[in-house]
Every structure is written in C-alpha cells, then in structure tokens.
C-alpha cells in the first residue's frame, strides 16, 4: 500500500514538473526572469554610457534586443500569420529605434561599425555558405546544377513584365518602371547592385551617380519589404497546398533524410575554421576573377563536395556550425541589418500609391516566373520562387537572411546567394543592354 501511494505521489510528481516545464516562458532559450536580469543589465548600460565597446557591447544589444523582437513577432497573431513574424519586427523594430532616436547615436555607431567593418554579416553568412552546401547531399547539387538560371530567367522576365503593365497602368513611363524600379529591385542589393548601376546609368546617361542612387535606393528597400512580406506568405501558401512545396527543399521528385548527428564542440570548431578559411579564398580569388567573392566560394565548395574531397570531419563540422549560427544569432543579425543597413526615411519618402503597387508588381511578377519555370525544370514552385524569385528582389546578403528567416527555410542559403550574387551580375549585364532601347 505504501509502496502504491510512494508510486503515485512520484508519478504525480513528475507530471507536475513536466507541465511547469511546458508552460516555463523562455527567450532564447533561458528562463524569462534570467532574460529580464541579462537585459536589464544591457538597458542600463546603454542608457548610461557604460556599455562595453567593440564585440561585446555589439553583440549583447543584438542578442538581447534582437530575441525580444523576435519573441514579440512570432506570438503575436497578425504579425507571424502574414508579416513575417519575428525576422520583419527584429528588422525594423531595430530601424525604428534609430529613426525615433530610441537608441543611442553611440549604441547605433557601435552596432553599425561591427555589422559593417567589424564583418559580423559576412562571418554569418560564410557560416551559412559553407555549412548548408557542405551539409547537402551531393546528389541534390549535381541535379540543380546550371537549371538553376532559367527560374531566375523566369524572376527577371516576370518582374519586368508585370511592371511595366502595372507601371503604365498608374502613370510611370516604361523607362521609369523599369530602369528606376524594377532593375534596382531585382539587381542584388545596395553594394553588388545599385551602387554599381549608378555608374553604369552615369555613364550612359550623365549626371553624377549620387543622382541615380537617390533614385534606386527607395525602390531597393521597399522591394525589400515586399520580399521579406511575401516569403512569409510563400510559407503559409505551402502549408496550405503541399504539393507545391519541398519543405525546405528544392528539387522535385528527390525526397532526402539529413541524418542524425551527435553534436560535438570540437567539430564545430573545425567547422568554423572552414567557413572562415574558404570566405578568405573567396575574398583571395575575387582579386583575379571578375565575380562576387560569395559567388567564388559557393562554387569552389560545391565543386569540392560533389568532387567528395573534403574529409567527413570538416563536412560535419561545418554542418554543425552552421547550425549553430544560425539557431544562435539569427534575430542578433537581423536586428544589425535594421539598425545598419534600412533607412526608414528612404522607405517612407517613398510611399506613394502608384510607386507602392509598382514594387509590389516587381516582387510579384518575380515569384511567378520564378515559380513557374522553376516546376517546368523539376523545382518544387515555393522553394523555386524563395530563391530565384524573391531573393532576387531583396536587398541581397542582408535581404536573404531575412527572407530565408521569413520562409522559415534557411536551409535554402546557397541557392539564395547565387541568385543574390550571379543573379545581380546578370542584372547589372542586362541594364547596360536595356538602356539603349529605352532611352
């Protein structure tokens, strides 16, 4: 009898402790109360002058700020249903506060030189790079290989298309819809696209290129909204009809397991060596060859993956690295990108009926042709219009994260990148080619 009650009072027990650990209230993984302390500490710190500089103050405001936006966003019932959720408030949550004065010049300084000089975006996404394409299977990249380009053939034509119709429709001439809205757009982002195409729009039609930058940028970052708004609305499209969704993958037709790892710290060391050797390859190479360092070392890894010459400790390792980063600092990053590369005075300068239902229809158009030539070559159409699509018309590097963040399919990073990186030299190709016809 005593035996039956010490039973039940044990049992009893542990469905207590089961359900408190249920209901516990957690950001980033650490029990509310202990979150509070760690932020209060960040809040007071910043707010009187003392917060340490360089990478520790940096990436305690991130962290802490960033996992607060991005708690927020992904329980609260619109804003995860239909805007993106925590990756769209992380961003501009974080731009608001330095457009509002919220946070400090010195704080937003200090973020801005460790996103920016300090390399704390590229550090990521070498991360990201070497870890999803290491962590691949093999048989999945030699069954995209170069079919990858005709979906973003499908994103360019379609974005064109449809703003152009869309355009003239609310009063822009052909030359403003496309030369000052679509190709900035679709063109990779501020320093691989618009900064570049201004010299290109200088040099074939005068002024200086500060000129044409004030004219891309505004299309640039409300583009960049739309796609990171209508990657989550992709994500919800493909829970609704599966059948147009991989899940995260890209191929049709290729179901692949990822196996099971045991997480080891002295793998992901090396894991993280990997990603930070093969980024400087990439940077070492881009000095002689005429293309993106990203574009470099996506190609460089996937050639020595497929080639299966990496050994199975540094594959690992940079798969569980990745994963690290990315379950670790994602909301950190984001909230970095809002606070060091989104103007919201860019954004809303811009924010006319007619120039709004224009962007849109670049972003549209772009995941319809991606989506629709993508199933043509076999690609599922979600994960096609994701990557070919969408992270064509964001704001490149910065853009992806977000728009992968949004999808909830980070998984998808190296097909991002070529479409941000060798998708935005195509763009820059075909704007000295378009000018003549339309001007």
Partial sequence: MEQTAKKVSYETNTKINQLESKTKIAVFNTPVLWFGLFAAITLVSMFTGNLPGGMIGSLLVMIVLGEVFGWIGDRTPIMKTFLGGGAILAIFGSAYMVYSGLLPESITTSVTDFMQTGGFLDFYIAALITGSILGMNSKILVKVGLRYFLPIFGAVIGAILLASIIGSLVGFTLQDAILVITLPIMGGGMGAGAVPMSQIYSEMLGNEPSYYISMLV?????????????????????????????????????????????????????????????????????????????????????????????????????????????????????????????????????????????????????????????????????????TAGLCMANMGGTGDVAVLSAAKRMELMPFAQISSRLGGALILLLSGLIIPLLV
Avoid: C, R
């Fill in 218 to 386: 505004p299309a640039l970052a409300l583009g960049n909204v739309f796609a990171i708004v209508l990657a989550s609305v992709l994500d919800m499209v493909g829970k609704k009809f599966p059948s147009l969704s991989g899940d995260g993958q890209l191929v049709k037709g290729f179901k692949y397991e990822k196996p099971q790892q045991k997480y080891d710290i002295k793998k992901m060391g090396v894991g993280l060596l990997a990603a930070l050797a093969f980024f400087t390859l990439g940077n070492l190479l881009g000095a002689f060859i005429p293309l993106h360092p990203y574009a470099i070392m996506i190609i460089l890894i996937a050639f020595m993956k497929v080639a299966n010459i990496i050994p199975p400790i540094v594959l690992d390792g940079a798969s569980q690295w990745y994963q690290f980063v990315a379950s670790n600092w994602t909301f950190a990053l984001l909230f970095g990108i809002g606070v060091a590369y989104t103007d919201l005075n860019t954004v809303i300068e811009a924010l006319t009926l007619e120039y709004i239902l224009t962007v849109f229809g670049v972003v549209l158009g772009a995941i319809i042709g991606a989506g629709l030539l993508g199933k043509l070559v076999g690609f599922y159409p979600i994960e096609a219009a994701i």
